[in-house]
């Protein structure tokens, strides 16, 4: 079907408008877990004019202790630097920029996918980022393909390199190049095959056949590597079913897709037989087959697939989209109709569930972002220690403070904060490092070396379990802890793991320590500051 040239520039453009429009901000400030620790890892690049953690060219792709994919909190720092705009603001401009029929079929199924929506929305996650550029490979890859050219080639390395910089995901894309020569290998026999065979190959029962035995290729080895690995096993569990049964574990397969890239799933599923059933096969074709194929294995990641798959979805969804305006294309008026039909079908998913995505994604409340503007004011050298993971995390992101513990929700023992705040030198890390024996690498493992005298989380909980507030010397020294930062909900304790603990530190603090601030839900204590005698008080200790 052909579609003039204002039509298709009108349709992209009603495509970023609607893009834009769904990505407009539903909250005061902004939202996610991991927006907030890059967030923070972006307010040391503007603070210091360098990024602590880059000990060496590895740590920018995060293959180093101590670091993180730096592509993000580079980009943050950058644009806030030369737009002359706080950090926060920046976060929300490049969220929203993220952003014939086949082609605008795979612009709308991609830019309206749930999960890329809900990651663009006024979130520093580097996921977006990573979502954002995965479809700039694909087509570097391709165009490499159709225009071996020096320009193509560059492209194709820069778009890689910033992706294997934005996270740690990238190494997942080694399946896309494997699918690609592959794919190249399986064109060249076609075209031996009609070289020295064209009988065979060129004769009409053959091209009939060949169709239906290439789908079901497709579903024979979809089939094995579904069952024959354990991949259903990670999804015995769902919100809406539960159980070991092949049918429960498929059933919460495709919703866990689904609710990553809404319609595109089953449009994709449309696509694949069109991709059977095309003349004149390019390399698109069994590319896109054998990259779906290739990454059947890897939805053993259940809380990641959604994020890697969905270009893949979205260009066979794209075919499929196409595939069934064509079988209409003979009746203008049904076509309009069905493709009407279906844009709407997709947008109406994708909304819906967006408004899921947003109602379970954590924001900063207006306290924490009240408090954290008092703690910005105070512009102390001490650090913070927080009784909350997430919420110290917000608070430094926001104030620019030194905050303990580091790495956000998680409360990581070792996280790139360590070396941005300052707790440990960049000698410390390389003085301490320990290579790590080939058989223990697994595809989770963030680097080849570890340093296992940096243990952060276990000192945080040192500090905050120091009965009568006596902090030990040595964690005085390199971590100098000013200030108590408390969550009221959770007074003399604090929050790890879905688990409460006690905090005599805490205890302590509610005797003896000064209260600087209190907003209703935190609370800040001044603690003990070097050469600042402690004050009197009991010791409130847990076993009290």
């Known amino acids: 079907m052909r579609v003039g040239r204002r039509t ?19 909250s005061d400030h902004e939202v996610g877990v991991d927006s907030f620790f890059v967030h923070t890892l972006g307010q040391s690049i503007v603070a210091n004019g360098r990024a602590e953690w880059i000990l060496n060219p590895f740590s920018f792709f995060g293959w180093y202790p101590l670091s993180y994919p730096s592509a993000v909190p580079f980009l943050l ?7 002359s705009v706080n950090l926060e ?26 999960r890329f929506l809900s990651f663009s929305m006024w979130s520093a996650s580097s996921r977006s980022l990573f979502m954002a550029l995965l479809p700039a490979l694909i087509w570097a890859l391709l165009a490499y393909y159709r225009h071996r050219s020096i320009l193509q080639l560059a492209i194709l390395a820069v778009t890689f390199t910033l992706l294997i910089a934005t996270h740690r995901l990238a190494v997942l894309l080694s399946i896309v190049f ?5 794919a190249s290998v399986a064109l060249m026999a076609l075209r031996i095959l009609r070289l020295y065979f064209p009988r065979l190959v060129l004769q009409n029962s053959f091209r009939r056949v060949a169709p239906h035995l290439s789908l079901l290729g497709i579903i024979a080895i979809a089939a094995v ?30 919703i866990s897709i689904a609710r990553s890239s809404g319609v595109a799933l089953p449009l994709a599923l449309a696509g694949l037989v069109v991709t059977t059933r095309q003349w004149n096969k390019t390399l698109r074709e069994p590319f896109l087959a054998l990259s779906f194929l290739g990454f059947i294995p890897t939805l053993l990641l259940r809380d990641y697939a959604g994020f890697y798959v969905l270009p ?41 569930v967006l408004g899921v995505e ?20 105070m512009g102390t050298p001490y650090t913070f220690i927080s009784n909350e993971g997430l919420t110290g995390v917000q608070f430094a992101s926001i104030s620019g403070g030194r905050i303990l513990p580091v790495g956000g929700a998680g409360t990581s023992f070792q996280s790139p904060e360590l070396l941005a705040f300052g707790f ?32 952060a989380e276990r000192d945080w909980v040192l500090i905050l379990q120091s009965p009568g507030g006596n902090i030990d010397a040595s964690l005085e020294v390199r971590y100098a802890p000013g200030f108590l930062l408390e969550l009221k909900s959770a007074p003399g304790q604090f929050l790890a793991y879905d688990n409460v603990y006690c905090s005599e530190l805490g205890r302590w603090a509610h005797q003896s320590a000064y209260e600087v601030y209190d907003n209703g839900r935190e609370t800040i204590w001044l603690l003990h500051l070097a050469g600042v005698p402690k004050s009197g008080g009991g010791s409130g200790t847990c076993g009290q």
Do not use: C, H
Not at 227 to 232: D, E, H
Not at 319 to 339: C, S, Y
């Open 358 to 377: 947003v109602d379970r994604t954590p924001e900063i409340a207006s306290t924490t972002y009240d408090t954290s503007l008092y703690g910005k004011m």
């Open 424 to 455: 440990f030198s960049g000698d410390e890390v390389n003085g301490g490092l320990v290579r790590v024996s080939i058989q223990d690498l697994t595809i989770e493992s963030d680097s080849i070396w570890v340093v296992p005298g940096i243990q």
């Open 77 to 83: 720092g950058s644009s806030a630097d030369v737009g």
């Open 312 to 352: 893949i979805l979205a260009i066979l969804g794209g075919l499929g989209f196409w595939g069934i305006i064509e079988l209409f294309k003979k009746r203008p008026r049904v076509v309009v109709l069905v493709a009407v039909t279906l844009t709407l079908v997709v947008a109406s998913f994708s909304t819906y």
């Open 89 to 114: 603001g920046s976060i929300l401009l490049i969220a929203m920029m993220l952003d014939p029929v086949f082609a605008l079929a795979v612009a709308f199924l991609y830019g309206m996918a749930p």
């Open 8 to 26: 298709t520039l009108a349709l992209l453009a009603a495509i970023v408008v609607v893009s834009l429009l769904v990505r407009y901000p539903r």
């Open 225 to 254: 590597m579904l069952f024959g690995t354990k991949v259903l096993d990670q999804y015995t569990s769902g919100e809406l079913a539960s159980g070991t049964q092949p049918q429960v574990q498929i059933f919460n397969l495709g």
């Open 178 to 182: 494997v699918s690609f020569l592959a």
